[in-house]
């Protein structure tokens, strides 16, 4: 059965430095992978959507890269800043399929 | 536009005792979804629907039921609770099974089973 880890559970960083996310898969081969970020006692907010054909995908100071020959994707974020802390989780996902979810990384910015 | 708001937002229950979580929409999606959130376990899928009157399993559909009589709601019930029900719920939705669209989820419910 496909399987989603992503980088431990949590990563701290100092404020204004990049933070780097993965997010692996194994036994799948998806089309599309999704990034969603989820705050404290909130449900999950879709962040941003990257196609197999597109390597790299920027939003703002969110960069996602996507290789599939490495199952993997990267999700970064610039000049990052306390209120990027969160949860982050990823979604490998194909055309009318379920969407399943990695565990997701805590990411704690400090000042 | 409230998108997907879920009802209650927090609710103890004894072992055995039963309840309904409610899900309502807004946004006239055709999916719908119910997940756990457990720490170190991630997000995993109990029922789905794929339009009113519809059901279907998924993950880990054991102890749980669902309906959908109605487009914009959806319906899970625990029969008889469990303590290892006790999780974080989480409803979901989605116009299509397009991934260009992601999942519009609600604020959860935090259910505790004593």
């Known amino acids: 059965s496909q399987k989603i880890e992503q980088n431990s559970e949590a990563l701290n960083i100092q404020e204004g430095k990049t933070a780097t996310l993965t997010c692996n898969y194994t036994?799948?081969?998806?089309?599309?992978l999704q990034w969603y970020r989820q705050d404290p006692g909130r449900g999950p907010v879709f962040l941003l959507l990257i196609r197999e054909n597109e390597k790299e995908k920027r939003k703002e100071r969110l960069k996602v890269t996507f290789d599939t020959t490495l199952k993997q994707s990267l999700f970064h974020i610039t000049a990052s800043q306390p209120a990027d802390s969160a949860t982050y989780l990823c979604a490998p996902v194909n055309y009318g399929q379920n969407f399943v979810f990695g565990p997701g990384t805590r990411l704690s910015v400090l000042p | 536009n409230a998108g997907v708001t879920q009802t209650p937002k927090f609710r103890v229950l004894k072992t055995g005792q039963s309840m309904t979580l409610l899900c309502a929409q807004d946004m006239n999606h055709e999916y719908m979804y119910w997940y756990r959130q457990d720490p170190g376990m991630g997000l995993r899928l109990i029922h789905y629907s794929v339009g009113e009157g519809t059901t279907a399993k998924g993950e880990v559909p054991d102890g749980y039921n669902v309906s959908r009589l109605k487009k914009q709601n959806f319906l899970l019930g625990l029969e008889s609770a469990a303590p290892s029900q006790t999780s974080v719920y989480f409803c979901?939705?989605?116009?299509?099974?397009?991934?260009?669209?992601?999942?519009?989820f609600g604020s959860g419910t935090r259910l505790t089973v004593v």
């Open positions: 036994n799948y081969s998806p089309a599309y």
């Open positions: 979901a939705s989605t116009p299509t099974r397009n991934p260009n669209y992601g999942y519009t």
